[in-house]
């Protein structure tokens, strides 16, 4: 039993920054990897960055370089700092948890509800 929720979307000017945060809360035995994906309306949903609980990183390349995302685990909370945000990146941004429900299940994925972020040109 995990829930997932975002803070941080809104609009910002081309150029400008944005902050996301994900906070997992409930009952669960820890949380592996976690993540941002976007997707865009009439455009399928594409990862954005990840982080593992080691905190190795991957990027989509379209972000590379001007998004970073971090995580705390002691909070539960998975970050995705957003700078030099150009209007292509307008999306609705999902966090995701590969989040151990107890010490006897396997990891199950889970996301949050998204969060609204435009970019205006």
């Known amino acids: 039993q995990a829930q997932l929720v975002e803070f941080g979307g809104g609009l910002v000017q081309a150029g400008g920054s944005l902050r996301l945060s994900c906070v997992a809360s409930g009952s669960f035995y820890d949380i592996n990897a976690m993540g941002w994906y976007r997707q865009a309306p009439g455009k399928q949903r594409e990862l954005v960055a990840t982080?593992?609980?080691?905190?190795?990183?991957n990027y989509a390349d379209s972000v590379k370089g001007r998004f970073t995302i971090s995580r705390d685990n002691a909070k539960n909370t998975v970050n995705l700092q957003m700078n030099g945000l150009k209007s292509e990146d307008t999306s609705v941004y999902y966090c995701n948890a590969n989040v151990k429900p107890n010490s006897w299940t396997a990891t199950r994925q889970y996301w949050g509800q998204g969060t609204q972020v435009t970019v205006s040109s």
């Open positions: 982080i593992t609980d080691t905190t190795s990183t």
